[in-house]
């Protein structure tokens, strides 16, 4: 099996095509803004080995808010209402504000960044995002000294989410970073994957992305951003505290308790196809490992 380094964000090698097809229309790779580039979903061609298909991507989806099952935000979320919608930056700030989703995907241009997603459930997926960097959203408020973290809350709609009217979960969905981890650059907001809005079940209108955690860390729909000073509890850690931890990166050397985390199904590959090692920090070491240098690991899962 061809073995890639997964920490560019726009790896040649995957993208070349595309690259010369970006090139010929005379723009920049870093710097496509959704808004001035027309969408194309299928202008280039897909090794399946490199990048996981839009249809895997947009039909195997964990989003509880929409049912427990693969399928089922797919089926469940066609409907869900993403306009208006905004999202509120607030706690140890100077002044809070809310922007409108709309607002914050035409003032901050997304660029495609190709992350692999890897799921604690062991599989994992090679995914072409539209987004831009968290820090240039949380720059948008004079954050204080004060805060130490920063919590994600997804939107709490029972009316529209069928999966939020049982307690699978403490809702709404909830997830935490810290500050240092936040303001790095390659944690992402996520506005689209493959040069398209994104999809009601990837997250839509806005979601959180970081390649070098486990993907429940990436929060779906998210309403609101809270700077604050004490590490948040997770809706994981809340229901399973020995099982899901507050850091969450990707590392092969420690077991969730219930299964290895050695290896990976890369999905779309076929059951025969062989699982693939697991990577420390999901193969992102080199940008991300230094924000751990210190700290043990095995204690702060
Ligand atoms: N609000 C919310 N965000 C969520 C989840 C969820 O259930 N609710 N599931 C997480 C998990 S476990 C994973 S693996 C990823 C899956 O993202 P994807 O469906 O876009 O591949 O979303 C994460 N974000
Ligand atoms: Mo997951």
């Avoid at 099952?69 to 100077?94: H, L, M, Y």
């Avoid at 486990?214 to 505290?241: C, D, E, H, N, Q």
Wanted: charged share 25%; hydrophobic share 35%.
């Amino acid at each position: 099996m061809k073995k890639y380094k997964y920490s560019e964000i726009t790896p040649e090698q995957i993208y070349n095509k595309r690259r010369k097809f970006i090139k010929s229309i005379g723009l920049g790779v870093g710097s496509i803004s959704l808004s001035t580039f027309p969408f194309f979903g299928k202008a280039y061609s897909q090794n399946k080995t490199d990048l996981t298909t839009y249809q895997d991507i947009t039909t195997y989806n964990n989003y509880y808010e929409f049912g427990t099952g693969k399928r089922d935000p797919f089926k469940n979320s066609k409907e869900f209402k993403t306009k208006p919608w905004n999202v509120t930056i607030e706690g140890e700030v100077d002044s809070p504000i809310t922007l409108s989703a709309e607002e914050i995907i035409s003032l901050l241009p997304s660029e495609e960044r190709i992350y692999k997603l890897r799921c604690v459930e062991g599989w994992s997926m090679v995914i072409p995002w539209m987004g831009f960097s968290l820090s240039k959203l949380l720059n948008k408020v004079s954050i204080r000294n004060s805060a130490k973290f920063v919590e994600f809350e997804s939107v709490y709609d029972p009316e529209q989410m069928k999966g939020q009217r049982y307690p699978v979960l403490n809702w709404p969905y909830r997830e935490g970073l810290r500050i240092d981890e936040a303001m790095h650059p390659l944690a992402t907001v996520v506005t689209g994957l493959y040069r398209k809005p994104l999809p009601n079940q990837n997250g839509a209108p806005l979601r959180i992305f970081l390649p070098w955690k486990y993907g429940f860390k990436s929060a779906k729909a998210i309403v609101k951003i809270k700077l604050v000073k004490k590490m948040p509890t997770s809706s994981w850690m809340r229901s399973s505290p020995n099982e899901y931890g507050f850091y969450s990166n990707v590392n092969p050397n420690v077991s969730h308790p219930r299964w290895s985390q050695a290896t990976e199904r890369i999905i779309g590959e076929g059951i025969l196809s062989p699982r693939i090692e697991t990577e420390m920090f999901n193969g992102y070491g080199d940008e991300v490992a230094n924000l751990y240098s210190g700290m043990d690991l095995k204690k702060n899962f």
